[in-house]
C-alpha cells in the first residue's frame, strides 16, 4: 500500500512537472513578492491639508494660538492664510483638503470648518471631537488615564501595509489554489482515462486521492516559503507557517476533490469553483476592516486560518491562534478527506 502511495505521488509529481504545474506556482509566487515589495505602497493614509484662517483675538487668544502652534507641530501640513476666501479657493485646487476658520462672536471663538462634501459623517464629527479635547486639554490639562496590557509579552509592531497583504496571498495561492489545481489536475486524469485504468488496477482510491493531497501540499510549501522569504526574509515562523500550509492544503485539496467528483471537466464545474472560493474569500474583508466580523465569517473556516498565517509570518506572542487553527483544520481536512473518499468511491463505481 505504501510503496503504490509513493508510485503515485512520484506520478503525479512527474505529471505536475510535465504540465508546468511548478512553474505556474513559482512564477505566482515571484510575482506576487515583486508586486508586494516594489508596487504596493508601503502606507495608503492619506492624510488631507487643512488651510486655516484664523481672526479671532479675544480673551482666549492665548489658547487658540496654542492649540493651533501644538498642532502645526504634530502635523505639517497645516497652511494658515490671511482670508476665508483664501481658505475656499485653495480647497477648490487641493480636493484633498479641508478648511478651518475662527473667527470672534460674543467674545468667544467660534470656529467652522469647511469640507469637500465627499466627507462622511464620522469624519466630520471626529475633527468636532479632536477640537473639542484639544480646547478641553488646554483649560483643564492632561486627563490622567491608566491603561492595563494583560498580555504584556506580546510584540506588537507596526507591519507595512505592501507587507500586511503577504497573510493573505498566502491563504489564497498556497491554499486556496491548490483547490483550483488538484481539480485541474483530476480533469486531466479523467479526460485522459487514467482514473478509469486505475480503477481496474489492484490500487486503491485512498492512495489515489491522498497522493494528489500531498502534492498538492508541495506546491504550497513551495509557493510559501518563496513569497515568504521575498518579503520578510528569515523573520517568519516558518515551521508554524509550513504546518498551517499543510493543514489548509489538505482542507482546500479536500474540497477540490469533492468537486471535482461530481463533474467530468473544468467548465462543468466552474459555477462551483466560484462559489466555494468567494466563499472562503470573504474572510479577507474582515482581515483589512476589523471591524466587520459577523459571525456568518467568523465560522468560514478560512477566517481563523487568516490570522495564524498573520500571526506566523509576523510572531506577536500569540500563538494560541496557531493551535486552534492547527486543531480545527486536522479536524477539517480528516473530515472533508474521509467525504472525498466516499464520494469518490460512490462516483467511480457508476462509470
Same mark, same amino acid.
Request: hydrophobic share 50%; net charge negative.
Given at each position: 500500500?505504501? @510503496?503504490?502511495?509513493?508510485?503515485?505521488?512520484?506520478?503525479?509529481? &512527474?505529471?505536475?512537472?510535465?504540465?508546468?504545474? *511548478?512553474?505556474?506556482?513559482?512564477?505566482?509566487?515571484?510575482?506576487?513578492?515583486?508586486?508586494?515589495?516594489?508596487?504596493?505602497?508601503?502606507?495608503?493614509?492619506?492624510k488631507?491639508?487643512?488651510?486655516?484662517?484664523?481672526?479671532?483675538?479675544?480673551?482666549?487668544?492665548?489658547?487658540?494660538?496654542?492649540?493651533?502652534?501644538?498642532?502645526?507641530?504634530?502635523?505639517?501640513?497645516?497652511?494658515?492664510?490671511?482670508?476665508?476666501r483664501e481658505?475656499?479657493?485653495?480647497?477648490?485646487?487641493?480636493?484633498?483638503?479641508?478648511?478651518?476658520?475662527?473667527?470672534?462672536k460674543?467674545?468667544?471663538?467660534?470656529?467652522?470648518?469647511?469640507? @469637500?462634501?465627499?466627507?462622511?459623517?464620522? &469624519?466630520?464629527?471626529?475633527?468636532?471631537?479632536?477640537?473639542?479635547?484639544?480646547?478641553?486639554?488646554?483649560i483643564? $490639562?492632561?486627563?490622567?488615564?491608566?491603561?492595563?496590557?494583560?498580555?504584556?509579552?506580546?510584540?506588537?509592531?507596526?507591519?507595512?501595509f505592501?507587507?500586511?497583504?503577504?497573510?493573505?496571498?498566502?491563504v489564497?495561492?498556497?491554499?486556496?489554489?491548490?483547490?483550483?489545481?488538484?481539480?485541474?489536475?483530476?480533469? =486531466?486524469?479523467?479526460?485522459? $482515462?487514467?482514473?478509469?485504468?486505475?480503477?481496474?488496477?489492484?490500487?486503491?482510491?485512498?492512495?489515489?486521492?491522498?497522493?494528489?493531497?500531498?502534492?498538492?501540499?508541495?506546491?504550497g510549501?513551495?509557493?510559501?516559503?518563496?513569497?515568504?522569504?521575498?518579503?520578510?526574509?528569515?523573520?517568519?515562523?516558518?515551521?508554524?507557517?509550513?504546518?498551517?500550509?499543510?493543514?489548509?492544503?489538505?482542507?482546500?485539496?479536500?474540497? $477540490?476533490?469533492?468537486?471535482?467528483?461530481?463533474?467530468?471537466?473544468?467548465?462543468?464545474?466552474?459555477?462551483?469553483i =466560484?462559489?466555494?472560493?468567494?466563499?472562503?474569500?470573504?474572510? *479577507?474583508?474582515?482581515?483589512?476592516?476589523?471591524? *466587520?466580523?459577523p459571525?456568518?465569517?467568523?465560522?468560514?473556516?478560512?477566517?481563523?486560518?487568516?490570522?495564524?498565517?498573520?500571526?506566523?509570518?509576523?510572531?506577536?506572542?500569540?500563538?494560541?491562534?496557531?493551535?486552534?487553527?492547527?486543531?480545527?483544520?486536522?479536524?477539517l481536512?480528516?473530515?472533508?478527506?474521509?467525504l472525498?473518499?466516499?464520494?469518490?468511491?460512490?462516483?467511480?463505481?457508476?462509470?
Open positions: 500500500m505504501i @510503496q503504490r502511495f509513493l508510485a503515485l505521488t512520484k506520478k503525479d509529481i &512527474i505529471n505536475g512537472y510535465r504540465n508546468y504545474f *511548478f512553474v505556474v506556482t513559482i512564477f505566482i509566487a515571484v510575482f506576487f513578492g515583486l508586486v508586494i515589495n516594489f508596487i504596493v505602497p508601503e502606507d495608503t493614509s492619506i488631507p491639508d487643512l488651510y486655516i484662517y484664523n481672526s479671532y483675538d479675544g480673551e482666549y487668544v492665548g489658547l487658540m494660538d496654542g492649540i493651533i502652534e501644538g498642532s502645526q507641530q504634530k502635523h505639517s501640513n497645516m497652511y494658515m492664510l490671511k482670508s476665508k481658505v475656499v479657493e485653495n480647497m477648490k485646487d487641493n480636493f484633498n483638503s479641508i478648511g478651518l476658520v475662527i473667527l470672534e460674543s467674545g468667544l471663538p467660534n470656529m467652522e470648518f469647511i469640507m @469637500q462634501g465627499y466627507e462622511n459623517e464620522k &469624519i466630520v464629527n471626529t475633527l468636532i471631537l479632536s477640537m473639542e479635547d484639544d480646547i478641553k486639554k488646554k483643564y $490639562g492632561d486627563i490622567n488615564i491608566d491603561t492595563i496590557v494583560l498580555k504584556q509579552d506580546m510584540e506588537l509592531a507596526d507591519i507595512p505592501n507587507k500586511s497583504i503577504l497573510p493573505m496571498f498566502l489564497m495561492e498556497p491554499v486556496l489554489l491548490g483547490f483550483i489545481m488538484i481539480l485541474a489536475l483530476v480533469f =486531466m486524469e479523467k479526460d485522459e $482515462g487514467t482514473i478509469k485504468s486505475y480503477m481496474v488496477s489492484p490500487g486503491g482510491v485512498s492512495e489515489y486521492l491522498a497522493a494528489k493531497i500531498v502534492f498538492m501540499i508541495i506546491l510549501w513551495i509557493s510559501a516559503v518563496i513569497s515568504t522569504l521575498m518579503v520578510v526574509g528569515v523573520n517568519a515562523d516558518y515551521i508554524k507557517l509550513l504546518s498551517i500550509v499543510t493543514v489548509g492544503g489538505i482542507f482546500a485539496s479536500g474540497l $477540490g476533490l469533492i468537486v471535482s467528483s461530481f463533474f467530468d471537466n473544468l467548465s462543468k464545474s466552474m459555477v462551483w =466560484m462559489i466555494v472560493s468567494i466563499l472562503l474569500s470573504l474572510p *479577507f474583508i474582515s482581515y483589512f476592516v476589523p471591524s *466587520f466580523a459571525n456568518y465569517i467568523r465560522l468560514i473556516p478560512t477566517y481563523s486560518l487568516l490570522f495564524a498565517m498573520k500571526e506566523a509570518v509576523f510572531p506577536t506572542g500569540n500563538t494560541a491562534i496557531i493551535y486552534n487553527t492547527l486543531i480545527t483544520f486536522c479536524i481536512a480528516v473530515i472533508n478527506y474521509i472525498a473518499l466516499l464520494v469518490y468511491r460512490y462516483n467511480l463505481s457508476k462509470m
